[in-house]
């Protein structure tokens, strides 16, 4: 007889309450205008130049976090592995999470500022003043590494379930360490390479909070345009179109990533 696993009602009660119905409140919004009308208006707006232009630029940040984070975090992971207190030093890496997120914003304000310890350092050697806040650079430092935790742990748990067996198998047979790395220890990480893109692309297409404290208002993302439509002009139908839209985007990327895993994966 078919147990009934009862247990699962709690988590389909919050999916439904926090998750499915909220974006079911944020599409039936996005099909009203400002007069209450029922009408496409709001997504016919968001192909007009200046929001496509935002969508751009959310992809391009989202895509160089992203990018970054794995440049940057891989072989973090993978040296994490090989050092003998591995947890610890996983640990160290993860503390900063503990911190809030706007103490942690602050903090690089006061460092990026003209005259904030980066430049102060700077100074020491003869370089600068230069401008860190309110630039490309410093608003993708602060972005990396507030997300490059989150690109570290999958990959770092991918690694871990190697079997060491696999180096001994590929040493036997000849191969390098370079060789070993590229054909073993990356094509059985790719899951975790994965699920480290999902979890840092994903958000980072729609930040808002960052690229006003320390982008100012030069980096302007389908985020912010969220955000000013809810909170500055009011219009709720707008910007529910464009988080619809966002979402779509969200759900079309993930399908293409698997897809690609897949398909390099041989599957």
């Known amino acids: 007889m078919k147990q009934r696993n009862y247990f699962i009602f709690p988590y389909v009660i919050f999916l439904g309450v926090f998750i499915i119905l909220p974006m079911l409140l944020i599409l039936s919004k996005s099909f009203y205008n400002l007069d209450g009308v029922f009408s496409l208006e709001n997504y016919t ?6 929001y496509l232009l935002l969508m751009f630029n ?3 940040y ?3 976090i992203t990018l970054f984070c794995v440049v940057i975090g891989y072989p973090a992971a993978y040296f994490l592995m090989r050092t003998k207190h591995k947890r610890l030093w996983l640990s160290l890496i993860l503390l900063p999470m503990w911190m809030n997120l706007l103490l942690k914003i602050y903090a690089f304000i006061g460092i990026f500022a003209r005259e904030g310890l980066l430049n102060g350092l700077l100074g020491l050697v003869g370089a ?7 630039t490309d650079l410093g608003f993708l430092i602060v972005s990396v590494y507030l997300f490059i935790p989150f690109m570290i742990m999958p990959i770092f748990n991918s690694i871990e379930k190697i079997s060491p067996s696999l180096f001994d198998a590929a040493s036997d047979l000849g191969a390098g360490r370079l060789r070993t790395f590229w054909r073993v220890i990356v094509p059985l990480t790719k899951e975790g390479i994965k ?3 999902q979890v840092v692309f994903i958000p980072a297409l729609s930040l808002f909070f960052l690229t006003r404290l320390i982008g100012g208002n030069k980096i302007i993302t389908l985020g912010t345009a969220i ?3 809810f909170l500055v002009a009011q219009n709720y139908g707008v910007g529910s179109a464009i988080a619809v839209v966002l979402i779509i985007m969200m759900f079309l990327l993930m399908f293409l990533l698997n897809r690609l895993l897949k398909t390099k994966g041989g599957r």
Do not use: M, R
């Open 227 to 229: 955000e000013q439509n």
């Open 45 to 50: 707006k968001i192909f007009t130049p200046v």
């Open 62 to 64: 989202a895509f160089l």
């Open 128 to 134: 600068g003043p230069f401008q860190f806040l309110f």
């Open 58 to 60: 959310s992809f391009k």
């Open 195 to 197: 699920s480290g893109i």
